[in-house]
Protein backbone atom coordinates (compact mmCIF):
# COMPACT_ATOMS: atom_id res chain seq x y z
CA UNK A 1 0.00 0.00 0.00
CA UNK A 2 1.66 3.31 -0.70
CA UNK A 3 2.13 5.45 2.43
CA UNK A 4 -0.03 8.25 3.20
CA UNK A 5 2.86 9.89 5.29
CA UNK A 6 2.98 13.94 4.63
CA UNK A 7 -0.58 13.74 2.64
CA UNK A 8 -3.37 16.17 3.18
CA UNK A 9 -6.68 14.82 3.98
CA UNK A 10 -10.15 16.12 5.04
CA UNK A 11 -11.64 14.47 8.14
CA UNK A 12 -14.49 15.04 10.45
CA UNK A 13 -13.27 14.76 14.11
CA UNK A 14 -14.72 12.73 16.59
CA UNK A 15 -14.06 12.43 20.29
CA UNK A 16 -10.59 13.03 22.36
CA UNK A 17 -8.84 9.79 23.17
CA UNK A 18 -6.09 9.28 25.48
CA UNK A 19 -2.74 11.10 24.80
CA UNK A 20 -4.60 14.84 23.09
CA UNK A 21 -5.53 13.60 20.22
CA UNK A 22 -9.13 12.96 18.61
CA UNK A 23 -10.37 9.87 16.51
CA UNK A 24 -11.74 10.22 13.19
CA UNK A 25 -11.90 7.87 10.19
CA UNK A 26 -9.72 7.91 7.28
CA UNK A 27 -10.85 4.97 4.26
CA UNK A 28 -11.48 2.63 7.09
CA UNK A 29 -8.91 3.59 9.02
CA UNK A 30 -8.91 5.04 12.41
CA UNK A 31 -6.61 8.45 12.57
CA UNK A 32 -5.31 9.89 15.75
CA UNK A 33 -5.62 13.74 14.78
CA UNK A 34 -3.58 16.19 17.15
CA UNK A 35 -4.90 20.11 17.36
CA UNK A 36 -8.38 18.85 16.88
CA UNK A 37 -11.11 18.97 18.84
CA UNK A 38 -14.63 17.03 18.83
CA UNK A 39 -17.17 18.04 16.41
CA UNK A 40 -14.33 19.55 13.97
CA UNK A 41 -13.92 19.62 10.29
CA UNK A 42 -10.50 19.74 9.76
CA UNK A 43 -7.58 19.84 7.08
CA UNK A 44 -5.03 17.28 8.39
CA UNK A 45 -1.30 15.87 7.54
CA UNK A 46 -0.81 12.35 8.21
CA UNK A 47 2.03 11.93 10.29
CA UNK A 48 2.33 8.48 11.05
CA UNK A 49 1.18 5.88 8.92
CA UNK A 50 0.91 2.46 10.48
CA UNK A 51 -0.86 -0.89 9.36
CA UNK A 52 -3.49 -0.03 11.82
CA UNK A 53 -4.14 3.33 12.12
CA UNK A 54 -2.59 6.75 10.98
CA UNK A 55 -1.84 10.19 13.22
CA UNK A 56 -2.34 12.97 11.70
CA UNK A 57 -2.20 17.23 12.97
CA UNK A 58 -4.79 19.54 11.97
CA UNK A 59 -3.43 22.40 9.83
CA UNK A 60 -6.34 24.21 8.54
CA UNK A 61 -9.87 24.03 10.72
CA UNK A 62 -12.42 23.66 8.28
CA UNK A 63 -15.80 24.01 11.13
CA UNK A 64 -14.53 25.21 14.04
CA UNK A 65 -15.63 23.49 17.06
CA UNK A 66 -16.95 26.68 19.90
CA UNK A 67 -14.51 25.29 22.63
CA UNK A 68 -11.66 26.60 20.52
CA UNK A 69 -9.45 29.89 21.71
CA UNK A 70 -6.12 30.71 19.87
CA UNK A 71 -3.02 28.57 21.78
CA UNK A 72 -1.33 30.91 24.11
CA UNK A 73 2.25 29.68 23.63
CA UNK A 74 3.53 30.56 19.96
CA UNK A 75 5.28 26.75 19.77
CA UNK A 76 2.22 24.53 20.66
CA UNK A 77 1.70 23.84 16.87
CA UNK A 78 1.54 21.19 14.44
CA UNK A 79 4.97 19.94 13.98
CA UNK A 80 6.59 22.29 16.93
CA UNK A 81 6.67 21.68 20.44
CA UNK A 82 5.08 18.18 22.31
CA UNK A 83 4.53 18.94 25.68
CA UNK A 84 1.05 20.56 25.20
CA UNK A 85 -2.05 18.77 24.07
CA UNK A 86 -4.61 20.84 24.67
CA UNK A 87 -3.92 24.83 24.00
CA UNK A 88 -6.27 25.12 21.85
CA UNK A 89 -8.99 24.35 23.74
CA UNK A 90 -10.70 26.29 26.38
CA UNK A 91 -9.93 25.36 29.72
CA UNK A 92 -14.02 24.07 30.93
CA UNK A 93 -13.74 21.98 26.92
CA UNK A 94 -9.77 20.53 28.23
CA UNK A 95 -11.81 19.50 31.65
CA UNK A 96 -14.74 18.10 29.89
CA UNK A 97 -11.86 16.08 27.59
CA UNK A 98 -10.34 14.55 30.53
CA UNK A 99 -13.12 13.10 32.11
CA UNK A 100 -14.83 11.89 28.80
CA UNK A 101 -11.39 9.90 28.76
CA UNK A 102 -11.62 8.54 32.03
CA UNK A 103 -14.98 7.42 31.76
CA UNK A 104 -13.98 5.50 28.35
CA UNK A 105 -11.24 3.65 30.07
CA UNK A 106 -13.05 2.55 32.72
CA UNK A 107 -15.71 1.36 30.20
CA UNK A 108 -13.39 -0.18 28.01
CA UNK A 109 -11.05 -2.06 30.60
CA UNK A 110 -12.40 -2.19 33.35
CA UNK A 111 -16.54 -2.62 32.34
CA UNK A 112 -17.41 0.19 34.55
CA UNK A 113 -20.36 2.58 33.73
CA UNK A 114 -18.92 5.56 35.92
CA UNK A 115 -21.79 8.18 37.57
CA UNK A 116 -21.52 11.51 36.69
CA UNK A 117 -18.44 13.31 37.33
CA UNK A 118 -16.21 16.38 36.80
CA UNK A 119 -12.80 17.20 36.30
CA UNK A 120 -11.77 19.41 39.44
CA UNK A 121 -9.74 22.84 38.59
CA UNK A 122 -6.77 23.36 40.76
CA UNK A 123 -6.30 27.15 41.82
CA UNK A 124 -3.57 28.92 39.36
CA UNK A 125 -5.24 28.89 36.38
CA UNK A 126 -3.70 27.21 33.03
CA UNK A 127 -0.52 28.75 32.53
CA UNK A 128 2.27 29.60 35.22
CA UNK A 129 2.03 25.99 37.50
CA UNK A 130 4.74 23.61 36.16
CA UNK A 131 7.11 23.97 39.47
CA UNK A 132 9.75 21.70 37.37
CA UNK A 133 10.43 21.11 33.92
CA UNK A 134 13.20 19.22 31.86
CA UNK A 135 14.22 20.61 29.48
CA UNK A 136 15.60 18.33 26.71
CA UNK A 137 19.34 19.24 25.26
CA UNK A 138 20.39 18.36 21.24
CA UNK A 139 23.67 16.98 19.93
CA UNK A 140 24.52 20.37 20.42
CA UNK A 141 23.77 21.30 23.63
CA UNK A 142 21.00 23.56 22.48
CA UNK A 143 17.94 23.35 25.17
CA UNK A 144 14.76 23.32 24.49
CA UNK A 145 11.67 20.47 24.20
CA UNK A 146 10.82 17.63 22.15
CA UNK A 147 8.30 17.35 19.36
CA UNK A 148 5.73 15.40 19.96
CA UNK A 149 6.63 11.32 19.26
CA UNK A 150 10.06 12.91 18.75
CA UNK A 151 13.40 13.42 20.18
CA UNK A 152 13.66 15.92 17.80
CA UNK A 153 14.16 19.36 20.15
CA UNK A 154 12.01 22.24 19.63
CA UNK A 155 14.36 25.16 20.49
CA UNK A 156 12.33 27.32 23.14
CA UNK A 157 13.08 30.68 25.25
CA UNK A 158 10.39 29.99 27.57
CA UNK A 159 7.67 27.88 28.54
CA UNK A 160 4.92 29.67 30.03
CA UNK A 161 3.40 26.14 31.67
CA UNK A 162 6.12 27.16 33.87
CA UNK A 163 6.52 29.21 37.47
CA UNK A 164 8.77 32.16 37.42
CA UNK A 165 12.33 31.14 37.28
CA UNK A 166 11.38 28.11 36.08
CA UNK A 167 9.74 28.44 32.77
CA UNK A 168 12.23 31.17 31.26
CA UNK A 169 14.67 30.11 33.37
CA UNK A 170 18.03 31.64 32.17
CA UNK A 171 19.59 27.91 31.49
CA UNK A 172 17.63 28.33 28.23
CA UNK A 173 19.91 31.00 27.30
CA UNK A 174 22.83 28.81 26.57
CA UNK A 175 24.43 25.98 25.12
CA UNK A 176 24.74 22.99 27.37
CA UNK A 177 27.16 20.70 25.22
CA UNK A 178 27.86 17.01 26.63
CA UNK A 179 24.39 16.94 28.37
CA UNK A 180 21.15 15.13 28.04
CA UNK A 181 19.13 17.36 29.71
CA UNK A 182 18.96 20.81 31.86
CA UNK A 183 16.09 20.56 34.71
CA UNK A 184 14.58 23.65 36.40
CA UNK A 185 12.92 23.21 40.13
CA UNK A 186 11.00 25.62 42.18
CA UNK A 187 9.79 25.02 45.43
CA UNK A 188 7.43 27.30 47.57
CA UNK A 189 10.36 29.99 47.60
CA UNK A 190 11.25 32.34 45.09
CA UNK A 191 14.67 30.50 44.88
CA UNK A 192 15.36 28.54 41.68
CA UNK A 193 17.59 25.13 41.53
CA UNK A 194 19.09 24.57 38.31
CA UNK A 195 19.99 20.20 37.70
CA UNK A 196 22.23 19.55 35.28
CA UNK A 197 21.41 15.89 33.10
CA UNK A 198 24.73 13.63 31.52
CA UNK A 199 24.21 10.71 30.02
CA UNK A 200 24.32 7.76 32.97
CA UNK A 201 27.09 5.12 33.13
CA UNK A 202 25.92 1.59 31.10
CA UNK A 203 25.35 0.89 27.45
CA UNK A 204 21.87 1.66 26.51
CA UNK A 205 19.74 -1.40 26.51
CA UNK A 206 16.26 -2.14 24.37
CA UNK A 207 16.88 1.94 22.84
CA UNK A 208 16.48 3.32 26.56
CA UNK A 209 19.37 5.04 27.78
CA UNK A 210 20.48 3.97 30.84
CA UNK A 211 19.72 6.55 33.86
CA UNK A 212 20.91 10.41 33.30
CA UNK A 213 23.17 10.88 36.27
CA UNK A 214 21.61 14.70 37.67
CA UNK A 215 23.91 16.73 39.99
CA UNK A 216 22.93 20.07 40.93
CA UNK A 217 24.96 22.96 39.21
CA UNK A 218 23.45 25.97 40.00
CA UNK A 219 20.46 27.20 43.39
CA UNK A 220 19.80 25.39 46.76
CA UNK A 221 20.58 21.10 47.42
CA UNK A 222 16.77 21.04 48.49
CA UNK A 223 13.56 23.30 48.54
CA UNK A 224 10.83 23.72 50.04
CA UNK A 225 7.23 22.23 49.69
CA UNK A 226 4.43 21.96 52.57
CA UNK A 227 1.60 19.96 52.23
CA UNK A 228 -1.89 21.30 54.60
CA UNK A 229 -0.20 23.54 56.27
CA UNK A 230 2.69 20.80 56.95
CA UNK A 231 6.22 22.14 55.58
CA UNK A 232 8.54 19.72 53.54
CA UNK A 233 11.86 19.98 52.66
CA UNK A 234 12.82 17.80 49.64
CA UNK A 235 16.08 16.71 47.69
CA UNK A 236 15.76 19.43 44.36
CA UNK A 237 15.82 16.51 42.15
CA UNK A 238 13.02 14.69 44.30
CA UNK A 239 9.56 13.90 43.50
CA UNK A 240 7.19 16.11 44.91
CA UNK A 241 3.32 16.73 42.65
CA UNK A 242 4.55 19.17 40.11
CA UNK A 243 1.50 21.66 40.30
CA UNK A 244 2.00 23.50 43.79
CA UNK A 245 -1.82 23.21 44.58
CA UNK A 246 -1.75 19.34 43.60
CA UNK A 247 -0.73 17.79 47.03
CA UNK A 248 -2.87 19.52 49.20
CA UNK A 249 -6.13 18.51 46.63
CA UNK A 250 -5.46 14.80 46.60
CA UNK A 251 -4.23 14.78 50.17
CA UNK A 252 -7.79 16.13 51.23
CA UNK A 253 -9.79 13.70 48.41
CA UNK A 254 -7.94 10.80 50.59
CA UNK A 255 -8.95 12.19 54.20
CA UNK A 256 -12.43 13.18 52.80
CA UNK A 257 -12.85 9.58 51.16
CA UNK A 258 -10.70 7.17 53.57
CA UNK A 259 -11.76 9.50 56.59
CA UNK A 260 -9.02 7.95 58.68
CA UNK A 261 -9.37 7.92 62.46
CA UNK A 262 -7.55 7.99 65.92
CA UNK A 263 -5.77 5.07 66.33
CA UNK A 264 -6.17 3.11 62.98
CA UNK A 265 -3.13 1.25 60.74
CA UNK A 266 -2.36 2.70 57.63
CA UNK A 267 0.18 1.98 54.65
CA UNK A 268 1.38 4.40 52.25
CA UNK A 269 2.78 2.81 49.34
CA UNK A 270 4.58 4.26 46.84
CA UNK A 271 5.03 7.19 49.42
CA UNK A 272 8.26 9.22 47.92
CA UNK A 273 9.17 12.15 50.43
CA UNK A 274 5.93 10.98 52.65
CA UNK A 275 3.70 13.91 51.85
CA UNK A 276 0.41 11.31 52.23
CA UNK A 277 2.74 9.62 55.35
CA UNK A 278 2.23 12.66 57.18
CA UNK A 279 -0.93 13.46 56.27
CA UNK A 280 -2.43 10.49 57.48
CA UNK A 281 -0.04 10.29 60.50
CA UNK A 282 -1.48 13.77 61.99
CA UNK A 283 -5.09 11.89 61.02
CA UNK A 284 -4.57 9.09 63.15
CA UNK A 285 -2.43 10.43 65.57
CA UNK A 286 0.19 8.54 68.49
CA UNK A 287 -2.12 6.07 68.87
CA UNK A 288 -2.33 4.52 65.66
CA UNK A 289 0.75 4.30 62.81
CA UNK A 290 1.57 5.14 59.03
CA UNK A 291 4.37 3.19 57.66
CA UNK A 292 5.23 4.60 53.84
CA UNK A 293 7.19 2.08 51.66
CA UNK A 294 9.65 4.10 49.07
CA UNK A 295 11.98 2.61 46.31
CA UNK A 296 14.10 5.63 45.78
CA UNK A 297 16.51 5.94 48.72
CA UNK A 298 16.96 9.57 48.31
CA UNK A 299 13.28 9.88 48.97
CA UNK A 300 13.36 7.49 52.07
CA UNK A 301 16.25 10.21 53.30
CA UNK A 302 13.93 13.50 52.43
CA UNK A 303 10.61 11.64 54.66
CA UNK A 304 13.31 10.47 57.52
CA UNK A 305 14.90 14.20 57.90
CA UNK A 306 11.17 15.37 57.92
CA UNK A 307 8.85 13.04 59.52
CA UNK A 308 11.06 13.69 63.02
CA UNK A 309 8.25 14.84 65.03
CA UNK A 310 5.51 11.89 64.17
CA UNK A 311 7.53 8.71 65.43
CA UNK A 312 4.40 6.75 64.69
CA UNK A 313 5.40 7.50 61.18
CA UNK A 314 8.49 6.71 58.63
CA UNK A 315 8.71 5.29 55.24
CA UNK A 316 10.98 2.89 54.94
CA UNK A 317 13.01 1.71 51.51
CA UNK A 318 11.43 -1.06 49.48
CA UNK A 319 10.44 -1.93 46.22
CA UNK A 320 6.27 -2.70 46.23
CA UNK A 321 5.85 -6.07 44.90
CA UNK A 322 2.95 -9.09 45.62
CA UNK A 323 5.52 -10.45 48.42
CA UNK A 324 6.03 -7.06 50.10
CA UNK A 325 2.75 -6.08 50.69
CA UNK A 326 1.72 -9.79 51.35
CA UNK A 327 4.27 -9.62 54.02
CA UNK A 328 2.96 -6.26 55.73
CA UNK A 329 2.32 -7.32 59.23
CA UNK A 330 0.32 -6.14 61.68
CA UNK A 331 -2.55 -5.79 59.55
CA UNK A 332 -3.58 -2.18 58.00
CA UNK A 333 -7.07 -0.39 58.63
CA UNK A 334 -6.52 1.70 55.22
CA UNK A 335 -3.79 1.64 52.43
CA UNK A 336 -3.11 4.25 50.14
CA UNK A 337 -0.92 3.77 47.06
CA UNK A 338 0.41 6.59 44.42
CA UNK A 339 2.00 4.37 42.08
CA UNK A 340 3.83 5.72 38.63
CA UNK A 341 2.82 5.42 35.76
CA UNK A 342 2.62 1.94 35.31
CA UNK A 343 0.08 1.21 38.37
CA UNK A 344 -0.03 -1.04 40.26
CA UNK A 345 -0.90 -4.39 38.58
CA UNK A 346 -3.34 -6.71 39.55
CA UNK A 347 -0.73 -8.65 41.38
CA UNK A 348 0.34 -5.77 43.68
CA UNK A 349 -3.87 -5.54 43.99
CA UNK A 350 -4.54 -8.64 45.37
CA UNK A 351 -1.59 -8.32 47.88
CA UNK A 352 -3.17 -5.09 48.84
CA UNK A 353 -6.94 -6.60 48.97
CA UNK A 354 -5.94 -9.20 50.92
CA UNK A 355 -4.66 -8.01 54.04
CA UNK A 356 -8.54 -7.09 54.13
CA UNK A 357 -8.11 -2.76 54.70
CA UNK A 358 -11.31 -1.62 55.32
CA UNK A 359 -10.71 0.79 52.66
CA UNK A 360 -8.02 1.48 49.70
CA UNK A 361 -7.19 4.81 48.62
CA UNK A 362 -5.54 4.78 44.84
CA UNK A 363 -4.04 7.72 43.59
CA UNK A 364 -3.18 7.40 39.93
CA UNK A 365 -1.91 9.87 37.48
CA UNK A 366 -2.81 7.41 34.63
CA UNK A 367 -6.73 6.83 33.99
CA UNK A 368 -6.06 3.09 31.75
CA UNK A 369 -3.46 1.42 34.35
CA UNK A 370 -6.05 2.71 37.27
CA UNK A 371 -8.95 1.18 35.33
CA UNK A 372 -6.86 -1.81 34.41
CA UNK A 373 -6.01 -2.26 38.49
CA UNK A 374 -9.47 -1.10 39.92
CA UNK A 375 -10.90 -3.89 37.31
CA UNK A 376 -8.45 -6.43 39.07
CA UNK A 377 -10.09 -5.17 42.98
CA UNK A 378 -13.60 -5.73 41.21
CA UNK A 379 -12.80 -9.01 40.23
CA UNK A 380 -11.87 -9.89 43.69
CA UNK A 381 -14.81 -8.97 44.73
CA UNK A 382 -14.53 -5.33 45.65
CA UNK A 383 -16.37 -1.72 44.52
CA UNK A 384 -15.48 1.50 43.52
CA UNK A 385 -16.61 3.37 46.31
CA UNK A 386 -15.65 6.68 44.84
CA UNK A 387 -14.02 8.58 42.22
CA UNK A 388 -12.63 12.11 42.06
CA UNK A 389 -9.66 13.61 39.19
CA UNK A 390 -8.13 16.66 39.10
CA UNK A 391 -6.68 19.04 36.21
CA UNK A 392 -3.11 19.02 37.82
CA UNK A 393 -1.63 19.01 34.59
CA UNK A 394 -3.93 21.86 32.63
CA UNK A 395 -2.70 22.25 28.99
CA UNK A 396 -1.70 18.98 28.56
CA UNK A 397 -3.71 15.03 28.23
CA UNK A 398 -3.05 14.36 31.64
CA UNK A 399 -5.15 13.87 34.92
CA UNK A 400 -4.52 12.57 38.45
CA UNK A 401 -7.55 10.44 40.19
CA UNK A 402 -7.68 9.81 43.35
CA UNK A 403 -10.38 6.13 43.77
CA UNK A 404 -11.62 4.83 46.45
CA UNK A 405 -12.17 1.11 47.07
CA UNK A 406 -14.24 -0.59 49.56
CA UNK A 407 -15.48 -4.62 50.08
CA UNK A 408 -18.46 -5.37 48.71
CA UNK A 409 -21.02 -5.55 51.41
CA UNK A 410 -21.46 -8.72 51.01
CA UNK A 411 -17.68 -9.65 50.95
CA UNK A 412 -15.60 -11.61 53.17
CA UNK A 413 -15.27 -8.66 55.95
CA UNK A 414 -13.16 -10.09 58.88
C1 LIG B 1 3.81 9.29 41.93
S1 LIG B 1 5.15 9.25 43.06
C2 LIG B 1 4.27 9.43 44.57
C3 LIG B 1 5.01 10.00 45.73
C4 LIG B 1 4.19 10.52 46.91
N1 LIG B 1 2.98 9.79 47.16
C5 LIG B 1 3.89 12.00 46.74
O1 LIG B 1 2.75 12.35 46.38
O2 LIG B 1 4.79 12.82 46.95
C6 LIG B 1 5.57 7.57 42.98
C7 LIG B 1 6.73 7.15 43.87
O3 LIG B 1 6.85 5.74 43.78
C8 LIG B 1 8.24 5.39 43.82
N2 LIG B 1 8.30 4.04 43.22
C9 LIG B 1 8.27 3.67 41.93
N3 LIG B 1 8.23 2.33 41.82
C10 LIG B 1 8.24 1.84 43.08
C11 LIG B 1 8.18 0.53 43.64
N4 LIG B 1 8.09 -0.57 42.89
N5 LIG B 1 8.19 0.41 44.97
C12 LIG B 1 8.26 1.49 45.78
N6 LIG B 1 8.29 2.76 45.32
C13 LIG B 1 8.28 2.93 43.99
C14 LIG B 1 8.93 6.51 43.07
O4 LIG B 1 10.28 6.62 43.47
C15 LIG B 1 8.08 7.72 43.50
O5 LIG B 1 8.62 8.35 44.66
Redesign the pocket.
Known sequence: MTSLLGSAVDLDVGAAAAGGSCVSRHEGRVVFVRHALPGERVRAVITEDRERFLRADAVEIHAASPDRVPPPCPYARPGRCGGCDWQHAAGDAQRRIKADVIRQQFTRIARLELPPFEVEELPGGLLGWRTRITYAVDPDGRPGLHRHRSHEVEHVDRCPLGVPGVGDTPALERTWPGHTGIEAARGDGPEVTLLAHRPGPGRQARGRRPPDRVSVVDGPATVDRSVLGRRFEIGAGG???VHPAA?DA?ARALLDSLEPQPGERVV??????G??TAVLAAAVGPAGSVLG????SS?VADAERNLGDLPWARVER????AGLVAGLAPRPDLVVL???RAGAGPDVMRAILGLRPRAVGY?S?DPATLARDVAAAVDAGWQLGGLRAFDAFPMTSHVECVATLKPCATGSEP
Open positions: FWQAFDLYAGAAFVESAAGRVDDPPVC
